[in-house]
């Protein structure tokens, strides 16, 4: 994630996660959301982001945030009861990319 995101970001990248999952649903998949460019969201977007969290919390088997800001660690910590798959936050992204793939 880089910038603020926007609700047309939310049309354009939560359809091609829906056909990956949709394509591969016999794999357990991953997620690597990278925070770190992350500078908010802008009007409608914040809700897609809620919508989407909620439609896809049963659909990775990891979720690795990478981050730099102490309130990105605190939602990763806050979301982990409603994930079925794992959470992490991480302030490094190979340490992220690691646990991802082991």
Same mark, same amino acid.
């Given at each position: 994630m880089s910038g603020k995101l926007t609700h047309e970001d939310y049309q354009t990248f939560v359809p091609i996660i829906d056909r990956a999952l949709k394509s591969f649903k016999d794999l357990e998949p991953c997620l690597l959301a990278d925070m770190r460019e992350f500078k908010g969201w802008k009007g409608r977007a914040a809700w897609d982001d809620m919508l989407f969290g909620l439609k896809h919390r049963k659909a990775f088997k990891k979720v690795?945030?990478?981050?730099? #800001?102490?309130?990105?660690?605190?939602?990763?910590? !806050? !979301? #982990?009861?409603? !994930? #079925?798959? @794992?959470?992490?936050?991480? @302030?490094?992204?190979d340490e992220a990319m690691a646990w991802l793939t082991k």
């Open positions: 690795a945030v990478v981050g730099k #800001k102490k309130w990105e660690e605190v939602a990763t910590e !806050m !979301m #982990k009861p409603l !994930m #079925k798959g @794992k959470l992490r936050f991480f @302030k490094d992204y």
